[in-house]
């Protein structure tokens, strides 16, 4: 009789349990759903293409290689395109990143405003990305534009910015600090900043140490995974680079602002070729995966964390 009920009482478990994985797998099944039809599904349909020639009127045609090689070896501006987005990201990135840590040292330290400057500096990066780059088109705009009025009520006669060969890039370079400065990567640096200790400012100061020296030997060293986390996600976010591009200067003049993306976009949705613009997604795809390995190889050299701090003692 005893073992009767204890039997009733395991099958009753039993049967709650698969009722719960049941229902669990009913609850998560929307996301994994998404996940095949957006995510799964359009990366293995972009690598088959990636093989095949593909001008979405006909059926693909397996080609191989072939595509990956004609973006290597015989695209003439799939190697414009590396290069200028590579300019871009050595521009943007290294500058955005010193800029963002300012402000958060600004604000990090309690000066009266500090509310005000954080909604000041956070603003730009409310702004949609397109409405932003109208914006800076006619700031930077030759005749009319505020800039070159500015710049012409102190005697200065301001390049053509968007429509000249050698500023168009750093104009966007301007663009893109504007829209990142004090977004995301602000909030994270002050995050990290307000996570070093106090303890460690003090000893440093009785030990005589300047201003200086508190930012370079204990400010600097305490942040530094922030600052790895920052710089990985502002290379992928520089290399993505597109929309300012294609509203702002339409990848000229002369291609001076040809990235890559733009190369991708252009191949996949002006041109029609679909397998082509598929391979070159995915050698942009290995080109981020390159750099940020190459980023997490490199930042055992300079990035600290205090638990392998604490080992070390």
Known sequence: MIGARRAARAGSRGGLRRREAIEGFLLVSPWGLGLLLFIVGPLLASAYLSLAEY???????????????????????????????????????????????????????????????????????????????ILWTWIFQPEVGLLNYALRAVGIQGPRWLSSYEWALPSLVIIGLWGSVGGSRMIIFLAGLQGVPQELFDAAAIDGANNWQKFRNVTLPMISPTMLFNLVLGIIAAFKVFAVSYVATGGGPAYSTWFFVYHIYNQAFKYSQMGYASALAWIFCVVILAFTFLQFRLSNRWVHYEGEREDRL
């Open 55 to 133: 001008s979405v009127l006909r059926p693909p045609r397996f080609v191989g290689l072939d595509n990956y090689a004609k973006a290597l070896f015989e695209d003439p501006i799939f190697w414009q395109a590396i290069q200028r987005t590579s300019l871009y990201v050595v521009m943007l990135v290294p500058l955005g990143l010193a800029a963002s840590l300012g402000c958060a040292l600004l604000l990090n330290r309690g000066v009266r405003g500090t509310n005000l400057f954080r909604t000041l500096f956070f603003l730009p990066t409310l702004t949609p990305i397109v409405a932003g780059a």
